[in-house]
């Protein structure tokens, strides 16, 4: 037996509307199957690409589209695409990334489980663009549904000649196999991504060599996030220019949000890039607001890693730009909402926790400094805090910053950071008293 | 200490370069190469841990950081490439502060258990802590502790080896230990296990830590992690001194250092003399704790004497004039030259040579030879078998090869330092190797094709690979000649079916030492001990011929001991080649009338009463020969036996007067490698007790025979030198040879094939004196396949009897993935049993039967 | 031998589909607790065996992997996560009314073998908090009504389907 996640969306609206193309189905329990998701328009997109386009026109026009990155680093996907080494007689690959592990992230799990041959379709595509001929998703262990859905997915796909031998008869050969991790978040950075499906311990490997060079089995690799791949056939079916019309002239398109917290409604949101975050969280139409209608007291907006906004900061217009001049990141889209009963000192012992947990224990700033950081922030936490040692965990942070192999020390260290530089009153009032300023109140709901 | 990696050793002059400035300098690199390398060959020390010269780069310590100009973070200077303009310092504030930073982790967890600690005055970590002035006084909070364990000793260690001992608290992730038995050795006996900050090293599941190159562990863990048993918790490193010396088992002469105490008169540990043209820093588990031979208590302390059929003490007055008197009797007796000698080519130059003049020039004979376990040698020389031996080699060329292509070599066991040679050739650069072997060897594992042939089909073996070549025009008709009917079978088919190997993998060969530029070709052991070894030269000088590989190929036989190739090029063979013999007769005035007789030949003749005085130095014959019963009854045919040795063995037992030989370490003396290197040994240890070295004893013994050898050991060297000097490489033949097919008979009674040699962490008799070696493996066993086990019933550890048509012994078994289903293998090393008993002399193949015994 | 046939089969398939036998590793090592329940050193030698790997090579990539449990668990694991987003919707007092009501620690199995407790990392169901897993099933939008609702329907089928 296994459960459809039953996550609120906001299908309804995107159906009605024209610029939502990714959440325009997911609502539909029959999208999963292929004569659906072709009745829908599905793997058009595909046979345009093999029958109408060179690779570098799909190259263009996803760079055109200004498509980026929705795992979380927001790099362009056309111009990752166009670090394949021209002319290389190597095998190239494709994966897309659907480890979804990331501390309030839950946006592709509903791509996977809901619009499956989506996701194909923008891998196809994708393997196209960098002439690869056997493509790869990586789906976190724990998604035993999403992962059977994907295969049965893939089998029809296979059946009915959108992957194999020749397909459409344009002498273009793909396969595809689901790989399922074993419960590693670093194994969502791509190099760890490439060592796991090597058969290794999920290791984040030194840059360079870039896995666009240098990748799985030492050839070149492409890792794009689900979302982004899923974006793809509406890029190719409508063109790189209507795809600019969406968002803002820099954070083009339209994003998942996944919603949770102190809200009354989470759910993942489909919203165009430049939504603004407060409405995102009040709005009738997505999360109605904090629970209990209590105050808000912060909001982490792309996911765990990114640094805190205040309430005073939340007016803000969710594109990666704006974010980055607030001080955060649009990350992968994870807006975890806190209200006023929570200790920032405790919010912070869960994620540190986290890191700690999955820091793969190559390098040594990482896999030392997590760990130190984790008794600091439990021993403040549970009142035994010294003098010094809100300056001695800034230190580690700093310590940790831009000095490790990939970019989870980074991630630690970053939300850290923010709370104190935002709270530090609370941290400090954590020392001096040893207890919190603001009591967590955090129960479970007694149901019916 | 000036490191360089495999990145950089070859610079090839078009490399462009780069220019960059290294604090402040300017410096010029090939392009290419990483900052810490550039910084080392311009005298900058930029400090490591995870970083080490051999092996591949982790990036992982954080500890090499520098600071790039316009570069928004530190880079890690190990992995990081110099680039043209590049503004770098390796010792700003940042980069300082960063470095400190990382001690500082380092230390977290680190117990500080500095002076308890083997690795203390020679630990890279108490190094850099100090020189960054970092303590663990920030980190407040108990050390995170890895769970006790059942093996644990004092200080948390783990044994977790015959001789290494983890201690994993200790342990600061750097992956060396893995990095090197993973990639260097090939070995899959350690393991990184769990992650984050419980991430540990360990002893793989079910497993000992015992691969043939484990003892490399405890030098490459730059903190006290991986420590071994021989040396721990013995002596402080400070309280040693050291001495340069060589490895006296194996033919490549690895460099080592000896760590003494000169008051105690005790060499505590080996460890590499890093030679990268030698031994590439590492050694063999059997050359690092080999040394433990000199120090066995078990040493023979006085010469013994037999009086009325019993060995007893003497002076060395008695015993050498006992030897004067016998020789002298001996020969007066007969009338003519019946005496003979062997000495081992484990022995330094001087004794070598000592012997050989006192043999030929006071003894007046030619029956001299150094090898022990050779049988049915030829009685002449220049065969095809010395023309190869006798062909350039060397060590590096084996990485610059593109070509690999080894015949019956169980590499790991004869020739450890080329099987690393080989894997790093594999590691670092392309290559293709074929290793063809009549049992798979775990040598094999970087092949790229392993070809397993019918025991005792070596020369027809390499006849399919001409004739396949020929058949496929892989080389220019005109190469082929008459070579079709110098050779039988005549097509490539028959060859190959006779081998029972498969065409498509001899294609494969010819294919790849047709196309090759720079090809790496020898034999080894399997070849070197068969009684066809001359066919099997033939038929490779007639592969070296007709694939035209003069200028492309180093083709070799390779020798197996410390000294082999001393001996050869100083003449201890009976028919030395022709250079080296005109050198002698010129130097010593004539040469002797007599036959030329080798030790199988000797041996023959002391049967018929035709040699009654026999001197042996450094060998156990009885032990090692191949055919116990025919060695025992020609030793104990002799009316004069004189043995020295380190240790009382089967050999001396049947000995007039033994003499206690002093060990290599016990005296200077100098070798030469297989590759012809002339390399030294340095005296470690006094001898307390009244052992000689074998130079000596042979200028003792012409005294007796008032022949003095030489003026004094000066003019004894320089005569050595001269006769170094002599060019003795052989011409390859200028025609085809003939090597024609010989059927082998089976005796179906007896349908296993033995094969005997060296067990992975022994060589010859002697290191069964070394507790570290019998650590790893300390009696006899017969190595079977799985498949065959199950056939005959058999678990691993069971007793079984290895019978022959000649003998029988009772030993248990291994099971083991690197056997043929019909071929068992027994190693040589241990006395206990006597395994030379179920070989006969005149064998080309072995055969042997087992079954379980039931108790 | 413990992997039955099938596992044989379905993990040398695996292997087949990829350009290298060792990246069914994880596969395998899938293959093997789904049809165990947990990993230890003999699975190990069997896949490697599978494979023609090295034993330490999937010793170590399953040591790296934390949703394999190394030790025998009770028929149903219960994987609470207690990260973020379900920490701030009462997962700590998800954990406590579980341990109450089964009358276990986190970490520990029911004296009947039919439950194990364990905390967990984020499980990616963050909007439909708090959640936890049981053996291979998410059960999301938990309250304390809903936990014993499963607990209840699960002891049932244990019941039914025979002995442990």
Partial sequence: ?448 | MAEKTDKNTVVVEKTPTVTFTLDGREVTVPKGTTILLAAQSVGIDIPTLCWHPKLTIAGSCRMCYVEIEKWPKLAISCATEAMDGMVVYTDSDLVRKGRAAVIQFTLMNHPLDCPTCDKGGECTLQDLAFAYGVDNSEFDFGKHRFGATENDTTFDDVVVGPEIVLNRNRCIRCYRCIRANKEAFGEFDLGVFERGNHTEINVAPGRRLDNPFSGNLTEVCPVGALTHLDWRYKIRVWLTDTTSSICPFYSSGSNILLYTNQQQNKIYRATSRVNDDIDDGWLSDTTRFGYQVAMSPDRLKMPLIKKDGKQVEATWEEALKLIGKRLTEITEKKGRVCIGGLVASSQDNATLFSFSKLLRKVVGSNNIDFRTDYRMLPQTSGGAYDVLCSQPFSIVGINQSDVIVTLGSDLVKEHPNEYLRIRKAVNFGAVSVYAMNPYRTKSSDVAKKELVYQAGTEEILINSICLVAIEDGLIDSSLAGNLAECISPSTAAESAELCEVNLEDIRAIARALADGRQITFFAGEIVGRSINREAIAAALCNLHRLFGLSGRCQMNILPRHANSCGAVQLGLLPAPVLATKDMLSKLWGGWPESEPQTTDRMMANMKKDEIDGYMIVGANPIMLYPDREFATDALEGLDFLMVADLFETETTALADVVLPLASWAEYSGEYVNLEGRVQKTHQALKTDYDARPGYEIAALIAQQLEQPLFENDQTRDETITKVLAVDSTLPWPDEFLEVKHVADEVDEEYPLVLFVGDDSHHSGYLTEKSNSLTNFQAEPYVEISPTLAKRLGIDDGDSVRVESPVGKIVVPVRISHHINNDVVFVPMNFSGKQVNSLIMRKSRVDRVRISKVVD | MILTPESVTRIKDAAALYPQAKSAILPAITIAYRQVGHLNPDLYGEIAGILDIPAVEVAEAASFYTMFPKEPVGKYLIQVCHNISCALLGAEGLLSYLQDKLDIEVGETTSDNLFTLVRVECLGSCATAPMMQINHDYYENLSRAEVDRIIEKLTAEAQSGGTL
């Fill in chain 1, 1 to 448: 037996m296994s459960f459809y996640s039953p996550v609120r969306t906001n299908a309804q609206e995107a159906a009605k509307s024209d610029s939502l193309p990714l959440f325009r189905f997911v609502e539909d329990p029959e999208q999963t199957k292929i004569d659906t998701y072709e009745a829908h328009g599905g793997y058009q997109a595909w046979r345009k690409t093999l029958t109408e386009m060179t690779p570098e026109q799909v190259v263009g026009e996803v760079k055109n589209a200004g498509l980026r990155g929705r795992g979380g680093a927001g790099f362009p996907a056309g111009v990752k695409w166009g670090f394949v080494p021209k002319g290389s007689t190597k095998p190239k690959y494709l994966i897309c990334n659907a480890d979804e592990s990331e501390p309030g992230t839950c946006k592709d799990r509903v791509l996977l489980e809901r619009d499956p041959h989506a996701v194909i379709e923008g891998m196809a595509i994708a393997s196209y663009a960098i002439d690869c001929h056997l493509m790869f998703i990586y789906i976190r262990g724990e998604f035993g549904y999403a992962a059977d859905v994907m295969r049965a997915a893939m089998a029809e796909a296979y059946k009915k000649g959108q992957l194999g031998k020749n397909i459409h008869g344009g002498g273009y050969d793909l396969d595809m196999i689901v790989h399922t991790g074993g419960g590693a978040y670093v194994c969502g950075e791509e190099t760890a991504q490439t060592n796991s499906i090597e058969g290794r311990r999920g290791n984040a490997r030194m840059k360079p060599p870039f896995p666009a060079v240098a990748g799985l089995y030492g050839c070149p690799t492409i890792v794009n996030n689900v979302e982004t791949l899923a974006s793809v056939p509406h890029i190719i079916n409508r063109g790189g220019d209507w795809y600019k019309t969406l968002g803002t002239e820099k954070s083009t398109g339209s994003k998942i949000f996944s919603l949770s917290g102190h809200v009354r409604q989470p759910g993942n949101y489909e919203l165009l890039l430049g939504h603004n975050l407060k409405d995102l969280i009040y709005s009738p139409k997505y999360g109605g607001g904090i629970i209990g209608d209590k105050k808000l007291k912060g909001v982490i907006p792309g996911g765990s890693s990114t640094p805190f906004l205040k309430p005073d900061q939340i007016d803000v217009s969710l594109d990666y730009e704006s974010l980055a001049s607030a001080g955060t990141m649009l990350g992968s889209g994870a807006v975890i909402v806190f209200h006023e009963e929570t200790c920032i000192v405790w919010i912070i012992t869960k994620l540190i926790r986290f890191y700690r947990h999955e820091s793969c224990g190559k390098c040594t700033p990482c896999r030392e400094g997590t760990a130190w950081l984790e008794l600091l922030i439990n021993r403040i936490e549970q009142g035994g805090g010294k003098p010094g040692d809100i300056e001695k965990i800034e230190s580690i942070c700093d310590n940790i910053m831009g000095r490790t192999v990939c970019p989870l020390g980074d991630a630690a260290v970053m939300p850290i950071k923010s709370a104190i530089a935002q709270w530090r009153d609370e941290w400090q009032y954590h020392i001096d008293h040893g207890k919190c300023l603001v009591e967590t109140k955090c129960e479970l709901a007694p149901g019916n």
